[in-house]
């Protein structure tokens, strides 16, 4: 007979908790903890990242507004998400890769006090060698309010701009490439398995 106390795993837990720093404006504390044990040194997320990372996103989605698919969507999209990825997992994800367990999916959850950080699209975060995490089936991406304590849904989201990420897999018959756009009318970059991401806003 188990324990009470046992805990089943059923993923890999990665919790990135982005507090905002009380004496900088903008500027945000990254603790990352997988299973609870801390995954690396304690990092700061600078003002001038986490600025650039808001100017870009803000503008795919301006663009996404207008329902047009510009020919450079897809490669900001992608530089987006790379942009995403090193500045708060990169430094980590060596030894997370080390130490998940590679028999379970993997829940990312985002930590933040700051609705401006969690809106930004972290779906697109794109590790190397890899698709965006929106796009990996073995990963899910959550948001949450507050900070400590335990992992608690953030119910203070506003509801706009919304914040799509679209899986579009081409039709049976349908030439890769050809003619089809992204699901909403957004740009998206191609992902494993012919599907695409959007961002819609």
């Known amino acids: 007979m188990k324990s009470s106390a046992q805990v089943i795993r059923r993923e890999n837990l990665l919790v990135v908790a982005l507090p905002p720093d009380p004496e900088v404006r903008e500027r945000f504390r990254v603790t990352i903890t997988l299973e609870r044990m801390p995954l690396g040194a304690p990092f700061v ?60 999916p993997d829940l990312i959850f985002l930590q933040s006090a ?22 990996d089936p073995n990963r899910v991406l959550r948001r949450g309010g507050g900070e400590g304590g335990g992992l608690r849904c953030c119910r203070l989201l506003p509801p706009a701009p ?22 909403g009318g957004g740009a998206g970059r191609r992902g494993r398995g012919g599907g695409s991401a959007a961002l819609g806003g």
């Open 162 to 183: 919304l914040r799509l990420l679209c899986l579009v897999g081409p039709r049976e018959g349908e030439e890769r490439g050809g003619g089809g756009g992204t699901a």
């Open 114 to 135: 700051s609705l401006e950080l969690l809106n930004l699209p972290w779906e697109a975060a794109t590790p190397p060698g890899a698709g965006a995490l929106g796009l």
């Open 45 to 104: 997320l600078e003002p001038g990242v986490f600025q650039r990372l808001r100017h870009l996103a803000d503008g795919l989605r301006q663009v996404l507004k207008q329902g047009a698919a510009p020919p450079w969507m897809a490669e900001h999209l992608t530089a987006l998400g790379v942009e995403l990825f090193h500045a708060v997992l990169a430094p980590v994800w060596p030894a997370f890769l080390e130490r998940r367990n590679p028999g379970l």
